[in-house]
Nanobody, 125 residues
Framework: QEQLVESGGGLVQAGGSLSLSCSDP????????MGWFRQAPGKEREVVAA????????YYTDSVKGRFTLSRENTKNTLTLQMNSLNPEDTAVYYC??????????????????WGQGTQVTVSS
């Protein structure tokens, strides 16, 4: 199954920053709704941030508003999640996802049919 390519996870101290990137040179990202999800141990996968097709709207879950920024670079087919002021509650495996079928609901994982392999983000206190 084709997967999106993610990079940028790692270990950082509380208050630090990380940038996650997602790419697929074979696809035109601007045609898709895309998002970053995360799953912490023992918890369900949740949406972190998502952007609609053609970047008309961006969603952030409440816990990351003002700290995380989602951006899409169409010329490079890259989706980036800049994460600042990280705290231990942000520790999780982060997944990039794309919805190749048009959708108005960018916050539900079932709407996405392409996924990355996941990248670990660990924030130490």
């Amino acid at each position: 199954q084709e997967q999106l390519v993610e990079s940028g996870g790692g270990l950082v101290q509380a208050g630090g920053s990380l940038s996650l990137s997602c790419s697929d040179p074979g696809r035109t990202f601007s045609n898709y709704a895309m998002g970053w999800f995360r799953q912490a141990p023992g918890k369900e996968r949740e949406v972190v941030a998502a952007i609609t097709m053609h970047s008309t709207s961006t969603y952030y879950t409440d816990s990351v508003k003002g700290r995380f920024t989602l951006s899409r670079e169409n010329t490079k087919n890259t989706l980036t999640l800049q994460m600042n002021s990280l705290n231990p509650e942000d520790t999780a495996v982060y997944y990039c996802a794309a919805a190749t079928t048009p959708t108005c609901d960018t916050t539900t994982s079932a709407e996405y049919d392409l996924w990355g392999q996941g990248t670990q983000v660990t924030v130490s206190s």
